[in-house]
């Protein structure tokens, strides 16, 4: 469930949930939670296993990611409710809202996990994968690349589906089934963004 070849069909519910729900305060940080709760579950199942972790602090990373997440959603939502815009903006942003909460709540989470390494450094191996030795400058490249591509993963997900919704609205097709059409088709292209391993040049490495 938490894999990476099970991301596309465990966040379908969750995506839907997030744009197809009435954007109540309940509806809207149930779903910011049930998000979080399978985000620590996928980070902690594809996290770097030589690394350490203890449940003290996995419980804090998943509570401040939670509170972030959360906040912003509610937070943005309503500062949306109150601009002085039209409705007709207001309801398209409000659609955007969602990718916001979920973006920032994702590199909180990746950078809180992955930190450590910063210090410590991550391994490097060669071409047929045996250990050269640990970098610090790998390990701010990865955690770099990683925390962008934590907020880019959300994006076909939570901004495709209402920028096609808003082109069919008035076709004679029921919207929630364009809608999870498109999350379905969105997720799936997100996990492409998604690579456990990365090749870098050694000579702008220095090795411990």
Not at 2 to 9: H, K, N, W, Y
Not at 59 to 78: D, K
Not at 91 to 96: N, P, S, V
Not at 110 to 131: C, N, Q
Request: overall charge positive.
């Amino acid at each position: 469930m938490f894999r990476v070849c099970a991301f596309a069909p465990a966040n379908i519910p969750i995506c839907a949930g997030m744009l197809m729900t009435p954007a109540t305060r309940f509806n809207v940080l149930f779903w910011q939670w049930v998000n979080q709760t399978y985000n620590a579950g996928f980070n902690y199942s594809n996290r770097n296993a030589s690394g350490s972790l203890t449940n003290e602090k996995l419980a804090a990373i998943y509570t401040g990611a939670s509170a972030i997440s959360c906040g912003l959603a509610v937070g943005l939502g309503e500062a949306v409710k109150r601009a002085p815009v039209s409705a007709a903006t207001a309801a398209i942003l409000g659609k955007f809202v969602p990718y916001c909460a979920v973006a920032s709540s994702n590199v909180f989470n990746f950078m809180a996990m992955r930190s450590s390494e910063l210090v410590t450094g991550i391994p490097i191996k060669d071409k047929e994968g045996a250990v050269m030795g640990m970098s610090q400058e790998a390990a701010k490249v990865a955690i770099f690349q990683g925390a962008v591509t934590r907020a880019v993963i959300p994006a076909p997900v939570l901004i495709l589906p209402p920028i096609v919704m808003r082109a069919v609205d008035k076709l004679a097709v029921p919207s929630r089934f364009v809608c999870a059409g498109v999350c379905d088709d969105a997720c799936g292209h997100a996990c492409v963004f998604s690579c456990s391993s990365a090749s870098v040049w050694l000579r702008s490495l220095s090795l411990d």
